[in-house]
């Protein structure tokens, strides 16, 4: 192909087109930098969306030898599904997002299988009311957690891991209707990842003053988050890799890590060797987190 091209035009318009055809992989180019779409934050979650961005741009950066610079910008509001189906879509106007991972994620989508936050995901505590404090206090086992309810989004891959350990779930469309829910009573707590959890407490604080982060019980399953690309553009999905590992092997990833505003607060992990931890099985996913590098994920007894 790229013969016949030189063939039909002239000398001076071939590299402009081959230009053209190799920055297609990517997304599209304005001026001489390449542009990425993902998804934008949302309330109560910019600092995690801030994290997971300083990740893409950090891994950006570690690959820019001979590579054009890259500029991000961030589509549209979708529904929780509603991103996940748009990258899926042919001639998705989203590159790249991230998310907890599933079967049906990694079937669908280009997986880097680079865990984020390094399994933390998986590590969860629950948003409850002030008055539950006690009941929460005095959890030690899964029984006991099946006992009560816990609000989980429609979509999200926990809710199918919550179920499956024998644990209630009312699904719910979005944050803001789960907090609603928990206010009234309709269930018994929110799940959230250990990093998530007061972010999202702080920006309701005023809505719901009577809610609380609760960091004395951790419920834990291999559950990790990574970068999805679209089947069509293997290009950045091979950038994106190929950037993280460099971060990994040169210690800015842990770096990101440590100090974002976001995930600093879970250090030291000494902090949590004490909690009560209640694991549960997550059998959508071929992960084994004790065959992988303690660079890439964090173990419970560690």
Not at 168 to 180: P, W
Request: proline share 6%; with cysteine.
């Amino acid at each position: 192909m790229l013969s016949m091209l030189k063939t039909l035009m002239p000398k001076q318009l071939f590299p402009i087109v081959i230009f053209s055809l190799l920055a297609s992989l990517n997304g599209p180019v304005r001026g001489d930098s390449l542009t990425v779409t993902t998804v934008p934050a949302r309330a109560g979650q910019e600092a995690s969306h801030d994290y997971f961005v300083s990740l893409l741009k950090l891994a950006f950066s570690k690959t820019a030898d001979n590579k054009p610079p890259v500029s991000i910008a961030y589509s549209k509001s979708y529904s929780q599904n509603g991103y996940l189906l748009e990258l899926m879509r042919e001639g998705s106007r989203l590159d790249i997002l991230w998310s907890g991972s599933s079967q049906s994620r990694e079937k669908n989508l280009l997986t880097i299988k680079i865990p984020l936050v390094k399994g933390l995901l998986g590590y969860r505590m629950p948003i409850i009311r002030q008055e539950q404090r006690e009941q929460f206090a005095a959890i030690r086992t899964l029984e006991q957690l099946q006992s009560l309810t816990a609000c989980q989004g429609m979509y999200w891959p926990d809710a199918d891991i919550l179920e499956t350990n024998g644990i209630a779930v009312k699904r719910l469309k979005n944050n803001e209707q789960m907090f609603s829910e928990l206010k009234r009573g309709s269930c018994d707590y929110i799940s959230l990842a250990v990093f998530e959890g007061q972010a999202e407490i702080d920006a309701r604080s005023k809505n719901y003053p009577d809610l609380l982060f609760f960091q004395d019980l951790i419920i834990y399953y291999p559950y990790p988050m990574y970068f999805f690309v679209p089947k069509s553009k293997p290009a950045l999905y091979e950038r994106v890799e190929r950037g993280l590992q460099l971060a990994i092997a040169d210690g800015s990833f842990d770096k990101l890590m440590r100090e974002h505003a976001s995930t600093q607060s879970i250090y030291p992990l000494s902090r949590w060797k004490n909690t009560t931890t209640i694991p549960l099985n997550n059998q959508s996913l071929q992960l084994k987190p004790r065959d992988l590098s303690p660079q890439l994920w964090i173990l419970p007894d560690q």
